[in-house]
């Protein structure tokens, strides 16, 4: 079993910059080949942020948020990392950490991921 943990969301101003984390575990958490993020919206469907295979070689980030926010992971500390730069309201949702063992290329489908952690919500005001 791989536990996801998330922390650091709260309620920020428009233009404000954030940073999410995911701290992992458990029995069978190095086998996992990929992390990321989604996020959920009152009202609307989870959608893809990004993910980061473990080896960096493969990063993927939706079209909403490239050039604002920066996935990473540390190794040492089995976290993986958003960094949320330029924040909007639309931003506005609950965040969850992701993650998998069989792949290692970004997939869009949150079905897709084995794991989730139970979320951290993100507010932006204008």
């Known amino acids: 079993q791989v536990q996801l943990v998330e922390s650091g969301g709260r309620a920020v101003q428009a233009g404000d910059s954030l940073r999410l984390s995911c701290a992992a575990s458990?029995?069978?958490?190095?086998?996992?080949?990929?992390m990321g993020w989604f996020r959920q919206a009152p009202g609307k469907e989870r959608e893809f942020v990004s993910a980061?295979?473990?080896?960096?070689?493969?990063?993927g980030y939706a079209d909403s948020v490239k050039g604002r926010f920066t996935i990473s992971y540390n190794n040492a500390k089995d976290t993986v990392y958003l960094d949320m730069n330029s924040l909007k309201p639309e931003d506005t949702a609950i965040y969850y950490c992701?993650?998998?063992?069989?792949?290692?290329?970004?997939?869009?489908?949150?079905?897709?991921?084995?794991?989730r952690g139970q979320g951290t919500p993100v507010t932006v005001s204008s």
């Open positions: 992701v993650a998998d063992r069989l792949f290692v290329t970004p997939r869009m489908s949150p079905n897709a991921y084995e794991y």
């Open positions: 980061m295979s473990r080896g960096g070689g493969n990063t």
């Open positions: 458990g029995r069978t958490f190095s086998s996992v080949s990929i």
